[in-house]
């Protein structure tokens, strides 16, 4: 049995173990929203099988490889491995000046107005906290 088998065989069965809320076409929905309502949020993303949160931009229709893939600078994963995305409130960008740290600058995103679109359409599982947004692929 190859890897690859593996990792489907342990991704197909912490999936049976959860509750599902999420699919392909919704999560492409939820980027469009996040998109028309500000492109450069950023975004904090966990996969199902990995301790590591990931941080990334809102994906373009170019980032999908055959509608259910997506390709971002971290690889290459299926829309179904996504745990939960959160939408954090505040960002703490780290500046340099060549080998100098200069102070962060700290950028506010409108989890607001994130919050609203949800409420239109399609039927997301999120909540909110003083962390951010963090809509739910699984629970």
Do not use: C
Not at 13 to 23: K, V
Not at 92 to 120: C, D, G
């Amino acid at each position: 049995m190859s890897n690859v088998e593996k990792y489907q065989i342990r991704l197909q069965q912490e999936i049976g173990n959860r509750a599902s809320f999420m699919n392909a076409t919704k999560w492409k929905a939820l980027f469009l929203i996040l998109k028309e309502t500000d492109p450069s949020y950023i975004l904090k993303v966990k996969l199902l099988l990995e301790n590591e949160i990931r941080e990334t931009t809102i994906p373009n229709s170019k980032n999908f490889i055959n509608k259910k893939y997506l390709e971002e600078y971290w690889g290459v994963f299926e829309l179904k491995e996504i745990e939960w995305i959160l939408v954090p409130s505040k960002v703490t960008l780290e500046r340099k000046n060549r080998e100098e740290l200069l102070v962060p600058k700290v950028m506010h995103q409108n989890i607001e107005v994130i919050e609203k679109a949800l409420q239109r359409g399609k039927q997301f599982e999120y909540e909110t906290s003083d962390l951010g947004l963090k809509i739910y692929g699984y629970r």
